[in-house]
């Protein structure tokens, strides 16, 4: 019983974690959804066991992953997403949080905290939920890999050095663009630590062997898509599009609240909710209680953290948009955050730290009190996540028959051609190394004008080897929308064009799936 009361937090805590993620504990339904596809055998089995740069940074692990389980162990890819996915972003999150929560706050009653706020605030479950998984596993190491770089500052070791470049590696190969925020951070850490240091010629060296050593592994783990021109391609983002994208405001960010909660609608914001205002409140308070004469630089460190993070996830909207608008044309490699929101990232490490730590200070002599009132607090923040308002990977599915019959169709025809889906695939849609998906981003543009130039269209379609166009079924009702509701009318005005396209022919329907074959 002494060991049970002892645990009492860290029980309460996963509790709380566990009933926001338990749609992802129903094992016999997929969380395909958005931008995570389902993978039926027959796609996996095309996989490889050497990285493809065509699945960008991702390849070695998915399709490792994915052919060893599905195909040889013959393991269902429901559970084989969850496995190395999802649970997987479970668990890192959950001891690479505690890993910095507790180099920071060391053996603080409530440094469990940072792990609440880390697994289960509002801009990582819109990530999760959008199925962002990459971006996910990114963001799971990115208090690993802020601990190791603090702990190597202060007692550098060869040891801490290479687990260091280790983790890093591994959160590149995840997603870069994360790993590029997580860089700004630890450069402004060692920014930081010069200043309040006098060992200043001790950091120096640390930082420029980390940075040495680091690069090194990263290549070495990542070499098969830096050296592809992956990230030359990526780079086709606009100004234009940056504006479109930046719909969040800074009363949003510097209030951990994603302008797209609950409901995780691109496009759709919400207005501003008052009660998380009460987040930078607790978490700045933090201020308060610094020791003048042996200040305490992490607590600081992570103040201005929250600070930056929150300027740079509103994007171009005011104040100061500009700025971001400089960078994104002039920051090499800036041009891969037109979604201003992953700097969320910064927010959440910032607060994990500043609002344990307050309440710490807070609590006094109470410290159960407050512990138990922000807890009651949070989850009326999160409230969304246990009424079901929670959507994507937070609903799973079983897969449409329709789309299974479709991937017999294409199976059958063992004649290499694309396949375009208009207006865009669904996370079922099925692919192969024979019938690869085809972006529609330009021809959709061209299929839907009011005058199309049906012999322009054909030549490029005849050029990208496009076999079908697909109008998908809606399963999910995120894909013919007006006003961000679904609309049915759009998918038969989507139908209508394509059958008034004159070297477009009907083959064959699956429920609401139409397929249309290219005449050469």
């Known amino acids: 019983m002494s060991w049970l009361k002892k645990k009492t937090n860290l029980i309460l805590i996963l509790v709380v974690i566990l009933l926001v993620y338990y749609p992802w504990f129903l094992i016999n339904r997929t969380l395909a959804s958005g931008d995570w596809p389902y993978l039926f055998k027959e796609t996996i089995q095309g996989f490889s066991f ?3 740069p065509s699945f960008l940074w991702l390849g070695p692990y998915y399709q490792i992953t994915s052919k060893f389980f599905v195909e040889y162990l013959n393991i269902s890819w429901e559970i084989t997403e969850r496995v190395f996915w999802f649970w997987m972003f479970l668990g890192i999150s959950f001891f690479s949080s ?3 929560s507790k180099i920071i706050l060391r053996n603080s009653k409530f440094n469990l905290l940072t792990t609440l706020i880390f697994l289960t605030n509002s801009y990582i479950l819109m990530v999760v939920g959008g199925g962002q998984m990459g971006v996910a596993l990114g963001y799971s190491l990115s208090p690993m ?3 190791k770089f603090i702990l190597l500052l202060q007692r550098f070791s060869f040891p801490n050095l290479v687990s260091s470049s280790l983790i890093l590696a591994l959160q590149v ?7 590029y925020i997580t860089g700004i951070g630890l450069a402004l850490f060692a920014i930081f630590s010069l200043i309040f240091s006098e060992k200043k010629h001790s950091i120096i060296k640390s930082v420029l062997a980390y940075f040495f050593i680091s690069s090194i592994v990263v290549f070495i783990l990542n070499y098969y898509w830096i050296l592809s021109g992956v990230s030359k391609d990526l780079s086709g983002s606009t100004v234009n599009a940056l504006k479109y994208l930046s719909f969040g405001s800074f009363s949003q960010s510097i209030s951990l609240l994603h302008p797209n909660w609950p409901e995780n609608i691109f ?10 205002i009460v987040l930078p409140v607790f978490a700045y308070f933090s201020l308060f209680f610094l020791n003048i004469r042996k200040l305490n630089k992490e ?3 992570f103040a201005f953290l929250g600070i930056i993070g929150a300027f740079l996830s509103k994007g171009v909207s005011e104040p ?3 700025l971001y608008q400089w960078a994104f044309s002039n920051i090499p490699l800036f041009f891969l955050f037109r979604d201003p929101t992953k700097f969320y990232i910064l927010v959440v490490l910032s607060y994990s730290i500043l609002i344990p730590f307050a309440l710490e200070k807070i609590g006094g002599r109470f410290p159960n009190l407050s512990w138990v009132i922000f807890i009651v607090f949070w989850l009326v923040l999160i409230s969304p996540a246990f009424s079901g308002k929670l959507s994507g990977t937070f609903k799973p599915n079983f897969v449409p028959s329709e789309y299974s019959e479709f991937k017999n169709f294409l199976n059958n025809d063992t004649k290499y051609s694309n396949v375009l889906w208009m207006p865009t695939h669904s996370p079922f849609s099925f692919f192969s190394n024979t019938h690869p998906i085809l972006g529609a981003s330009y021809l959709g543009d061209m299929l839907f004008a009011e005058k199309s130039d049906f012999q322009k269209l054909k030549k490029i379609m005849n050029d990208n080897n496009v076999g079908y166009v697909v109008i998908p079924q809606d399963s999910e009702g995120r894909i013919f929308m007006t006003d961000r509701i679904y609309d049915e009318r759009q998918y038969f005005k989507a139908l209508e064009k394509m059958k ?3 070297f477009l022919t009907s083959v064959r329907t699956f429920g609401k799936i139409v397929v249309f074959k290219v005449s050469k």
Do not use: W
């Open 50 to 52: 050497f990285p493809d």
């Open 98 to 100: 505690r890993y910095l």
């Open 145 to 147: 890999v802020f601990g």
């Open 173 to 179: 190969m995840f997603d870069p663009r994360i790993a």
């Open 267 to 276: 496009g759709k914001i919400y207005f501003m909710r008052p009660e998380f």
């Open 299 to 301: 607590i600081l460190f």
């Open 320 to 322: 100061f948009g500009v």
């Open 500 to 502: 008034k396209i004159p």
